[in-house]
């Protein structure tokens, strides 16, 4: 009995010993006990990573890949390799690294390590980003990358940071239409200006030059209304309706900026081209009041050595983003400039029912009932010519438009204004200072008073922290 007693006792302390030996090692990466050479592999790998050494690092982890393919390391072997490409750097390896990402998503969509995935393709775009004026490839990518994590996981705690780098690049890819916009301008190109900045206004609204597109936009309307006038060739049934919707169009971008954009530099100057138009001055809400000095509260301006700096970077300056508001996730139609030619033309259409265009001719003499058709080659027909591609015609040749250019824009007194139900949470009307010349509404006479209205609007709008950048002094008229 005693010895059997020993033989279990020491059966016992073997079993103890050889169990003692076998205890596997712990995997902090994984949480899991392994002592398989697919660990070792593992482990070597993130070893070389940390000395900066990708290559032996890749090397190693496909080795794990292939050998191991059911091992419960190669998940995140997958995520090292594309990792590894990351912090390489380098054009090259920026683009291995976002098929890698996007391999490891397609395998493991349900990870959680998923959205950091989606998250450095995004940044991959984000940190190629370049200046406005320059290629927006990598933009228009970090653009939609940032939108698709947004949206297929919208409960990630990463959520917030995509929504502040895709403001960042709206910023930037706003600020390349507008340039766009403005030198069709300068260039009195108005359909094409109509088109950028209309699309502008309505696929980027958290823009920090929201206003100064809108007032450009109506500046452009007022450009067109001005050359409609400047045609002897329009009857003057056709100029009148063409004027009016023109005017419309230009008055709905000057209220927009007041009730939508009631803090920035703009408003008041909008507000004194409504008065010039004679249309009614719209007041916005105190929410819309309170969400606008928001967004320009957010903003921030950079210093002077980041911008002298800036000028020899290649990455553009991104401060003045707003840092609150809902970016724009679905862009809306764009808005073409044959779109906007076929628009006034259906307007002039509608005139007399049909498509076409009357002109009024006035020939100085009587025309003989059976006098030959004029032609391009005859000499008399020059001055026709002439009168048909030169930009403006002396008030002598034409009357009517002679007439047309010298009628003083004063407001009549007996004139019926509009009635507008008034808005029980809009603000009181906008205060303005100075007095536009009431010789004219063209956009002359903003460029002329646009510079001197700079210092007093200042003391009128406490919430207005830059000056204006006058966009008067780009009228070409």
């Not at 076929?342 to 007399?352: D, I, R, T």
């Not at 391009?376 to 047309?404: I, V, W």
Request: with cysteine; charged share 25%; hydrophobic share 40%.
């Amino acid at each position: 009995m005693r010895r059997n007693s020993t033989v279990v006792l020491l059966a016992l302390a073997l079993t103890l010993t050889v169990a003692c030996t076998n205890k596997k090692a712990v995997n902090p990466l994984a949480n899991v006990g392994s002592k398989q050479p697919d660990k070792v592999l593992f482990d070597r790998a993130m070893d070389a990573m940390k000395h900066n050494r990708f290559d032996v690092a890749r090397m190693t982890l496909q080795t794990l890949i292939n050998t191991y393919p059911d091992s419960e390391f190669i998940a995140r072997a997958k995520l090292a390799v594309a990792d590894s490409w990351y912090d390489e750097g380098g054009s090259t390896a920026m683009q291995q690294a976002e098929i890698e990402y996007k391999d490891f998503i397609t395998f493991f969509p349900n990870m959680p390590e998923a959205v950091e995935a989606q998250l450095k393709i995004a940044n991959i775009h984000y940190q190629e980003m370049e200046k406005p004026d320059r290629d927006y490839t990598h933009a228009m990518r970090a653009e939609e990358e940032y939108r698709a994590l947004i949206q297929e996981y919208p409960d990630s705690k990463l959520v917030p940071k995509a929504k502040q780098r895709l403001r960042e690049v709206q910023e930037v890819l706003a600020d390349r239409e507008f340039g766009i916009g403005r030198f069709y301008y300068l260039r009195m190109a108005y359909p094409a200006s109509i088109a950028r900045l209309k699309t502008l206004v309505d696929r980027y609204p958290l823009y920090s030059g929201a206003d100064q597109a809108l007032y450009l936009l109506g500046q452009s309307y007022e450009g067109e209304i001005n050359a409609i006038r400047k045609n002897p060739r329009m009857g003057e049934v056709a100029k009148a309706k063409m004027i009016e919707e023109l005017t419309k169009e230009a008055s709905e971008g000057y209220g927009r900026i007041i009730t939508r954009y009631p803090a920035m530099d703009r408003a008041l100057d909008a507000k004194a081209r409504l008065e010039a138009l004679h249309q009614p001055v719209p007041r916005p809400t105190r929410a819309m009041l309170k969400l606008n000095q928001e967004e320009v509260a957010s903003r921030h301006e950079a210093g002077m050595m980041s911008s002298m700096l800036g000028n020899f970077e290649k990455h553009p300056d991104v401060a003045k983003a707003s840092h609150v508001g809902e970016p724009t996730m679905v862009d809306p139609e764009p808005v073409t400039a044959t779109g906007v030619v076929k628009q006034m033309a259906n307007a002039l259409g509608s005139v007399g029912g049909n498509n076409k265009v009357s002109v009024d001719t006035m020939p100085p003499g009587t025309v003989a009932p059976n006098q030959e058709a004029p032609r391009s080659d005859a000499p008399a027909a020059a001055s026709d010519t002439s009168a048909a591609t030169a930009p403006e015609q002396p008030a002598a040749q034409n009357p009517a438009a002679a007439a047309a250019e010298l009628k003083p824009n004063v407001a009549d007194p007996n004139e019926l204004k509009p009635n507008v139900e008034a808005d029980p949470n809009a603000l009181p009307p906008l205060q303005q200072s100075n007095q536009l010349d009431s010789s004219g509404g063209s956009p002359s006479a903003v460029s002329s008073s646009a510079p001197a209205k700079t210092e007093e609007l200042a003391d009128i709008s406490s919430s207005k922290k830059k000056k204006k950048k006058g966009l008067g002094k780009l009228n070409p008229f």
